[in-house]
């Protein structure tokens, strides 16, 4: 069946930096478009950042530009988001989703920064 697993989620400081990762299966991942979106607590969720099917075209909401890094890798059906100088307004629930022929999601990641 279809799986979006991530993992990468945690507690860090201000300033710190986490990487998730993304592990799909059961679905043709290199033909799908791979999103990362996020929800805080009473929040409506948001999209983060987006990768092309082949990692060629990526885009960010102002909020992460030039703090996140989105990345994919076709070979090990694994979308990554690498994420540094992290903000107390970065704490939410971090959530893969994968757009093609159909949606899915997976099922989420707490990331909390706080000191």
């Known amino acids: 069946q279809v799986q979006l697993v991530e993992s990468g989620g945690g507690l860090v400081q201000p300033g710190g930096s986490l990487r998730l990762s993304c592990a799909g299966s059961?679905?043709?991942?290199?033909?799908?478009?791979m999103s990362w979106y996020r929800q805080a607590p009473g929040k409506e969720r948001e999209l983060v950042a987006i990768?092309?099917?082949?990692?060629?075209?990526?885009n960010y909401v102002d909020s992460v530009k030039g703090r996140f890094t989105i990345s994919r890798d076709n070979a090990k059906n694994t979308v990554y988001l690498q994420m540094h100088s992290l903000k107390p307004e970065d704490t939410a629930v971090y959530y893969c989703?994968?757009?093609?022929?159909?949606?899915?999601w997976g099922q989420g990641t707490q990331v909390t920064v706080s000191s």
């Open positions: 059961g679905f043709t991942f290199s033909s799908y478009r």
């Open positions: 989703n994968a757009n093609g022929l159909y949606a899915y």
């Open positions: 990768i092309s099917k082949t990692g060629g075209s990526t």
